[in-house]
């Protein structure tokens, strides 16, 4: 049983994490069907086991943890997600399902329409004029956006008189839709965000919500936003809406609210299939990203009839888009040093779009790999990504195999500084053991420093690191604080504006707190949450640095081999150095506890 319970609650753990990513970080690190399948795990222990349900399961509340900024809304009707599937048999017993729930066993009416990938709105009309736009948040309270709304080209302020059907506007109508970036205004997006040193975007959703989500309207309105209407959660007018749901986006579409018109009321689960065959079908040529579609019940009495459930309605689900495959050709293969002197195994593609992304290598994680792929240079392979999720090589297609192939040759001292290579976990992990003596590991490390869960130097990308290294401007974090505008101007391409904006951020981080101090440091094993938790306990970098093994090995989140390396760390005269140099006065770098 208490296996059971450690299982819950690791699956909850991460789902808490993915979920704190997406929504207050707008990143995301796993593939949404990584996530839909712990979720739906934890769904499937939860039933088994009831009575280890908590209030905050992710099961039962919808991710979603609020940014401050804003002024906070009430929904009065909850924004709800919805339950993915991702197998056309799971559909089927979806309409297995209603049929007994609803007792009726004849054809249904779906409507379909597309999943497209941004962020939910809730947008409320009284007597025609837009009041109050809202973010989903954690699906009860979200954000107040209208003035960001506002400035959305798409979203009307105010509704059109309906000539067709209702004479008037109603006095009350709130409607749920998605905001969202083309993909073309996304690739633009992002170049102009490149060029004025910003660190692109991960994906249209993220640039979606990141500039939906801007303090200044101002900024907003000069995003390429776009809006489409999916669905009416309330409304009170001198006209009863339609049952049908589709006929109600008419409606809307009246009203002059934008809707997609790829929207399809079908008649039967058979067509739902065929609808979906034909969106994955033109998906690629759609203006928009679009991760799967949306099958909704038609009729709004069965919607009800239905019901929802805490997390997601009864009447809808969203079928997904399996994972994107192409095949391509593997140029070259590299051994990369990364921070921890770890030697990772790159293959250089010929470059192939998957998923409107551009992959021109993919790593191979290490030489075990390498050898199960049976992979050589030249060889024609199968890359699979979806999302966010980084692209990896399924196979090797051996009919594609020529005799121009070269066998890939491992290396036996670091390809950077030439160093000796050691081995590990049964000859599968390479090692640099030069340290930060090896220019690859001393660059990573000045890259992990100033990242953005670390120092967060905004700007400080790895060009820019790549560039002060070699110039010698920058060896070791210290020398981040002791640059200035003259020494930065010996940077390609870094105008006097450019040079400002970073030394600003590199000011900027000089506020940090302790835990996100002592993950920048690097330690092997210490990741977020350890750095966290070595924060809280130690209260000072001083207590840290001086703890005793005994006292690290006592705590009871981190393991021997943990406790070792961070003792170990604190051992080592260069990082003594480093940090007694960083945090000297005539740096000004000022410690929080808080985390
Ligand atoms: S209906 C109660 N329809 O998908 C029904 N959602 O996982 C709630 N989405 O946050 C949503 N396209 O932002 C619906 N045609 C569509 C959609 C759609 C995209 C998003 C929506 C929601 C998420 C649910």
Same mark, same amino acid.
């Given at each position: 049983?208490?296996?059971?319970?450690?299982?819950?609650?690791?699956?909850?753990?991460?789902?808490?994490?993915?979920?704190?990513?997406?929504?207050?970080?707008?990143?995301?690190? /796993?593939?949404?069907?990584?996530?839909? *399948?712990?979720?739906?795990?934890?769904?499937?222990?939860?039933?088994?086991?009831?009575?280890?349900?908590?209030?905050?399961?992710?099961?039962?509340?919808? @991710?979603?943890? $609020?940014?401050?900024?804003?002024?906070?809304?009430?929904?009065?009707?909850?924004?709800?997600? $919805?339950?993915?599937?991702?197998? &056309?048999?799971?559909?089927?017993?979806?309409?297995?399902?209603?049929?007994?729930?609803?007792?009726?066993?004849?054809?249904?009416?779906?409507?379909?329409?597309?999943?497209?990938?941004?962020?939910?709105?809730?947008?409320? !009309?009284?007597?025609?004029?837009?009041?109050?736009?809202?973010?989903?948040?954690?699906?009860?309270?979200?954000?107040?956006?209208?003035?960001?709304?506002?400035?959305?080209?798409?979203?009307?302020?105010? $509704?059109?008189?309906?000539?067709?059907?209702?004479?008037?506007?109603?006095?009350?109508?709130?409607?749920?839709?998605?905001?969202?970036?083309?993909?073309?205004?996304?690739?633009?997006?992002?170049?102009?965000?490149?060029?004025?040193? #910003?660190?692109?975007? &991960?994906?249209?959703?993220?640039?979606?919500?990141? &500039?939906?989500?801007?303090?200044?309207?101002?900024?907003?309105?000069?995003?390429?936003?776009?809006?489409?209407?999916?669905?009416?959660?309330?409304?009170?007018?001198?006209?009863?809406?339609?049952?049908?749901?589709?006929?109600?986006?008419?409606?809307?579409?009246?009203?002059?609210?934008?809707?997609?018109?790829?929207?399809?009321?079908?008649? @039967?689960?058979? %067509? +739902?299939?065929?609808?979906?065959?034909?969106?994955?079908?033109?998906?690629?040529?759609?203006?928009?990203?679009?991760? @799967?579609? +949306?099958?909704?019940?038609?009729?709004?009495?069965?919607?009800?009839?239905?019901?929802?459930?805490?997390?997601?309605?009864?009447?809808?689900?969203?079928?997904?888009?399996?994972?994107?495959?192409?095949?391509?050709?593997?140029?070259?293969?590299?051994?990369?040093?990364?921070?921890?002197?770890?030697?990772?195994? =790159?293959?250089?593609?010929?470059?192939?779009? =998957?998923?409107?992304?551009?992959?021109?290598?993919?790593?191979?994680?290490?030489?075990?790999?390498?050898?199960?792929?049976?992979?050589?240079?030249?060889?024609?392979?199968?890359?699979?990504? &979806?999302?966010?999720?980084?692209?990896?090589?399924?196979?090797?297609?051996?009919?594609?195999?020529?005799?121009?192939?070269?066998?890939?040759?491992?290396?036996?001292?670091?390809?950077?500084?030439?160093?000796?290579?050691?081995?590990? !976990?049964?000859?599968?992990?390479?090692?640099?053991?030069?340290?930060?003596?090896?220019?690859?590991?001393?660059?990573?490390?000045?890259?992990?420093?100033?990242?953005?869960?670390?120092? #967060?130097?905004?700007?400080?990308?790895?060009?820019?690191?790549?560039?002060?290294?070699? %110039?010698?401007?920058?060896?070791?974090?210290?020398?981040?604080?002791?640059?200035?505008?003259? %020494?930065?101007?010996?940077?390609?391409?870094?105008?006097?504006?450019?040079?400002?904006?970073?030394?600003?951020? =590199?000011?900027?981080?000089?506020?940090?707190?302790?835990?996100?101090?002592?993950?920048?440091? @690097?330690?092997?094993?210490?990741?977020?949450? +350890?750095?966290?938790?070595?924060? /809280?306990?130690?209260?000072?970098?001083?207590?840290?640095?001086?703890?005793?093994?005994?006292?690290?090995?006592?705590?009871?989140? =981190?393991?021997?081999?943990? *406790?070792?390396?961070?003792?170990?760390?604190?051992?080592?005269?260069?990082?003594?150095?480093?940090?007694?140099?960083?945090?000297?006065?005539?740096?000004?770098?000022?410690?929080?506890?808080?985390?």
């Amino acid at each position: 049983m208490k296996f059971i319970e450690k299982k819950i609650q690791n699956l909850r753990k991460k789902l808490h994490h993915w979920e704190y990513l997406y929504y207050i970080k707008n990143a995301s690190e /796993v593939s949404d069907e990584k996530y839909d *399948a712990i979720l739906a795990e934890l769904h499937q222990l939860e039933k088994i086991y009831p009575h280890l349900i908590t209030e905050n399961s992710p099961t039962q509340c919808i @991710g979603g943890v $609020l940014q401050d900024n804003f002024k906070k809304i009430n929904h009065k009707i909850p924004m709800l997600s $919805l339950n993915s599937i991702i197998k &056309s048999h799971q559909l089927l017993s979806f309409d297995r399902r209603v049929k007994i729930k609803l007792d009726d066993h004849h054809i249904i009416p779906y409507c379909c329409e597309l999943k497209i990938d941004g962020v939910a709105v809730s947008l409320l !009309y009284k007597n025609g004029k837009l009041v109050c736009a809202a973010t989903r948040g954690d699906g009860k309270i979200g954000e107040d956006v209208t003035e960001n709304v506002r400035t959305i080209y798409s979203v009307p302020m105010y $509704l059109k008189i309906d000539v067709n059907n209702h004479d008037k506007i109603p006095y009350l109508l709130e409607i749920r839709g998605e905001i969202f970036i083309s993909k073309l205004c996304f690739l633009q997006l992002n170049e102009i965000t490149v060029r004025e040193g #910003n660190r692109p975007f &991960s994906n249209s959703r993220n640039a979606a919500s990141g &500039s939906l989500r801007q303090l200044d309207p101002a900024i907003t309105a000069k995003r390429p936003l776009s809006f489409y209407c999916y669905g009416v959660s309330d409304y009170f007018g001198k006209k009863e809406l339609p049952d049908s749901h589709w006929e109600r986006l008419q409606l809307c579409k009246n009203w002059g609210l934008p809707i997609s018109n790829h929207i399809s009321l079908v008649n @039967g689960i058979d %067509k +739902v299939l065929a609808y979906y065959s034909y969106i994955e079908r033109i998906r690629a040529s759609l203006e928009f990203n679009i991760d @799967g579609i +949306v099958v909704k019940i038609n009729s709004c009495k069965y919607q009800n009839k239905l019901g929802c459930g805490s997390k997601a309605p009864n009447w809808a689900v969203s079928y997904k888009f399996p994972a994107e495959i192409r095949s391509t050709k593997v140029d070259n293969v590299i051994f990369q040093v990364g921070r921890t002197g770890i030697i990772t195994p =790159i293959a250089y593609l010929e470059p192939i779009m =998957i998923s409107d992304v551009i992959i021109r290598k993919v790593s191979i994680h290490n030489i075990n790999e390498v050898k199960r792929l049976g992979l050589m240079v030249g060889d024609t392979v199968r890359i699979q990504r &979806s999302g966010d999720v980084i692209p990896k090589i399924l196979e090797v297609v051996l009919s594609k195999r020529t005799d121009r192939v070269k066998a890939i040759k491992f290396p036996h001292f670091c390809p950077i500084c030439g160093s000796l290579i050691a081995t590990q !976990y049964r000859q599968s992990i390479l090692r640099c053991t030069a340290g930060l003596s090896c220019l690859a590991q001393r660059k990573a490390a000045l890259e992990h420093f100033s990242s953005r869960k670390a120092m #967060n130097i905004y700007g400080m990308g790895n060009r820019i690191i790549d560039q002060l290294v070699n %110039k010698n401007l920058v060896s070791t974090p210290v020398d981040f604080f002791n640059l200035n505008e003259n %020494k930065l101007l010996c940077l390609e391409g870094f105008g006097a504006e450019h040079a400002k904006r970073l030394l600003w951020a =590199i000011e900027n981080s000089k506020k940090i707190t302790l835990a996100r101090f002592i993950y920048a440091l @690097g330690i092997r094993g210490v990741g977020e949450t +350890v750095a966290n938790n070595l924060a /809280v306990v130690y209260k000072t970098i001083e207590n840290l640095v001086t703890a005793d093994l005994r006292s690290l090995s006592d705590l009871k989140y =981190i393991g021997p081999i943990v *406790a070792n390396n961070i003792y170990h760390f604190f051992r080592n005269p260069d990082n003594l150095k480093n940090i007694q140099d960083l945090i000297d006065p005539s740096i000004g770098i000022q410690l929080s506890v808080i985390i």
